[in-house]
T-cell receptor
Framework: QKEVEQNSGPLSVPEGAIASLNCTYS??????FFWYRQYSGKSPELIMF????GDKEDGRFTAQLNKASQYVSLLIRDSQPSDSATYLC?????????FGTGTRLLVSP | KAGVTQTPRYLIKTRGQQVTLSCSPI?????VSWYQQTPGQGLQFLFE???????NKGNFPGRFSGRQFSNSRSEMNVSTLELGDSALYLC????????????????FGPGTRLTVL
């Protein structure tokens, strides 16, 4: 079992819709979770991180963490075609980040 | 503030050769981590350095090594290259410290694309 799991997708949503990206993790010792966006051929770009149970909002992005159920999610409101990318979820391990394999998001105009 | 820089950006080597990649972290960041990214395996952790000390190492063979200098710049070396080493090598910097990555965001450089022929 992978430590951080994501559905590879693609997740297709129309422009203006809410995109919901999910991630589950197996290490209960993980304390913080990070969401990165990676465009094809580019390096990962940090979107936001969360370490407390509940929701954390930043602009069009909302991260949600449920430690009891061991899942993390990222909501993207008013999705734009420019949001089309692979979204990577990562959890903290011992002196490292453990990444999921990413979910590909496609936003159609 | 300048971001993380990596050199070279592209590299072509042949099997059996060795290669050295360089990473300069964001000013003030003392932790540098290295990752290998391939289409099949995703982002795999190689190692992490903080204040010139390797604090953690991933499941890679001993052909993969690294070091960090007093100015926090880091290098990684791969000896006796194999075809399977073809990948995007990413380094990421963070403030580091005893808290590790908890609450410390990690910022990636543009990567070095290594092709082994």
């Amino acid at each position: 079992q992978k430590e951080v799991e994501q559905n590879s997708g693609p997740l297709s949503v129309p422009e203006g819709a809410i995109a919901s990206l999910n991630c589950t993790y197996s290490d209960r010792g993980s304390q913080s979770f990070f969401w990165y966006r990676q465009y094809s051929g580019k390096s990962p770009e940090l979107i936001m991180f969360i370490y407390s149970n509940g929701d954390k909002e930043d602009g069009r992005f909302t991260a949600q963490l449920n430690k009891a159920s061991q899942y993390v999610s990222l909501l993207i409101r008013d999705s734009q075609p420019s949001d089309s990318a692979t979204y990577l979820c990562a959890g903290t391990g011992f002196q490292k980040l453990v990444f999921g394999t990413g979910t590909r998001l496609l936003v159609s105009p | 503030k300048a971001g993380v820089t990596q050199t070279p950006r592209y590299l072509i080597k042949t099997r059996g050769q060795q290669v050295t990649l360089s990473c300069s972290p964001i000013s003030g960041h003392r932790s540098v981590s290295w990752y290998q990214q391939t289409p099949g395996q995703g982002l795999q952790f190689l190692f992490e350095y903080f204040s010139e000390t390797q604090r953690n190492k991933g499941n890679f063979p001993g052909r993969f090594s690294g070091r960090q200098f007093s100015n926090s710049r880091s290098e990684m070396n791969v000896s006796t290259l194999e075809l399977g080493d073809s990948a995007l090598y990413l380094c990421a910097s963070s403030l580091g410290g005893t808290g590790g990555f908890v609450n410390n965001e990690q910022f990636f450089g543009p990567g070095t694309r290594l092709t082994v022929l």
